[in-house]
């Protein structure tokens, strides 16, 4: 039984680091391309930076719901459960952010459209 637990162990803690890393990855990856598309003056760069930083997001979330497989004591359930938290209302943040940016670019093309005929 000892060696199913620590090979659960391993295999969690691994998990957690892909996770973190390919979340850092793309959090990085949104920044810069974030920064190209805000050079190049692109319209739709809040909503790319936003949607990038949401996926993210997403990943790191997933290391953390991940954690709480080898969490061992309340603390530690405690502290899990406020980043889980935290995570979960950015999330909330930028999708919401993502939606009202959608509505807008939208709302955008459809004005310039009528105002085309």
Do not use: C, Q
């Not at 850092?24 to 949104?30: D, E, G, N, T």
């Not at 790191?60 to 359930?77: A, M, P, Q």
Request: no cysteine.
């Amino acid at each position: 039984m000892d060696i199913l637990d620590t090979m659960l162990d391993t295999l969690v803690e691994l998990s957690i680091m892909i996770f973190e890393l390919i979340g850092v990855s793309v959090l990085i990856a949104a920044g810069l391309s974030g920064l190209y598309n805000y050079v190049r003056r692109d319209p739709l760069t809040r909503l790319k930076l936003a949607k990038g930083m949401a996926m993210g997001l997403e990943f790191k979330l997933g290391s953390e719901i991940l954690r709480t497989v080898v969490v061992r004591d309340f603390s530690e359930i405690m502290i899990v459960g406020a980043i889980i938290l935290l995570r979960a209302a950015l999330t909330f943040l930028i999708h919401w952010e993502i939606k009202n940016e959608e509505a807008h670019e939208l709302a955008e093309n459809k004005d310039g459209a009528n105002k085309e005929n």
